[in-house]
């Protein structure tokens, strides 16, 4: 097991899999039965206070999954603009779905 999670988790293949690749891998795994982009935006917008907000807050991040990888969102998510303190999950779950496609392919 260690050894497939280190050939998939090891983007670069420098024989170690960095801190930023394990996230990458682990978010990955979990949206891995996400069937797009609009289903994982619909869980982020489930997370935020009401259910119907078009950002989330770290709060409700750290509240909704382990810290390490609500950290990992949060300093990978564009600040949503007006409104302070909020953060952009929808481009946020574009770019994990490009990232998971490219990763995958190659």
Request: one cysteine or more.
């Amino acid at each position: 097991a260690v050894v497939s999670t280190q050939s998939t988790g090891d983007r670069d293949r420098d024989g170690f899999v960095r801190l930023e690749e394990y996230m990458q891998f682990m978010i990955s795994r979990t949206t891995e039965n996400v069937a797009g982009t609009d289903e994982l935006t619909e869980a982020f917008r489930a997370l935020t206070e009401g259910g119907d907000k078009p950002y989330i807050t770290a709060t409700e991040l750290y509240s909704a999954m382990p810290s390490d990888q609500a950290k990992y969102c949060i300093d990978r998510m564009d600040k949503y603009p007006d409104v302070p303190g909020a953060l952009d999950y929808t481009n946020f779950t574009k770019a994990i779905f490009q990232l998971n496609t490219s990763v995958n392919s190659g």
